[in-house]
């Protein structure tokens, strides 16, 4: 049975225990991921506090990080979704995503209203996959797919 996690303090504690074991063992989140059968996106999100996992799922990540029976079970529990808060993200990485919204958020927002009419694009039915390729002037680029299901507004 599904269970909701209100307090997002366990699922933040459990994120830390998860990413100091997965340092201390030198795993990648990739390999995380492949004992799961699961997507690198996802179990990562997941073992950061924004997704549960699957019972199978769960145990395989924590026997790899050494994480007790409680963290299996946390990782269950739906948790309460949001890792940042309310203020300007600080962290360099986060903030240029932050920044990538501020400036191309308008943006986005109309062409995905031209292209397919009123409506949102679903972070739940959602992929999402990052990778480094060379870039031809030199160095190396991310390429960042952000894929939703289309979801349009239905009038009631």
């Not at 979704?81 to 993200?89: E, F």
């Not at 932050?98 to 949102?120: C, P, W």
């Not at 870039?135 to 507004?153: C, H, N, Q, S």
């Amino acid at each position: 049975m599904p269970h909701a996690q209100f307090d997002p303090a366990a699922r933040q504690a459990l994120a830390v225990a998860a990413v100091d074991a997965k340092t201390r063992k030198d795993l990648t989140w990739q390999q995380l991921a492949d004992s799961t059968g699961l997507s690198v996106a996802f179990v990562t999100a997941a073992l950061l506090g924004q997704h549960p996992l699957p019972e199978a799922a769960a145990r395989s990540v924590c026997e790899l990080l050494g994480l007790d029976e409680d963290a299996v079970l946390l990782l269950q529990t739906i948790p309460t979704r949001g890792s940042l808060p309310g203020t300007v993200p600080t962290d360099p990485t986060v903030y240029r995503f932050h920044e990538m919204l501020q400036v191309y958020g308008t943006t986005l927002k109309a062409l995905v209203h031209e292209q397919f009419g009123d409506g949102i694009i679903s972070a739940i039915n959602f992929r999402l996959d990052v990778r480094k390729v060379a870039d031809p002037e030199g160095g190396e680029r991310a390429v960042i797919t952000l894929d939703g299901k289309y979801l349009p507004t239905k009038p009631f």
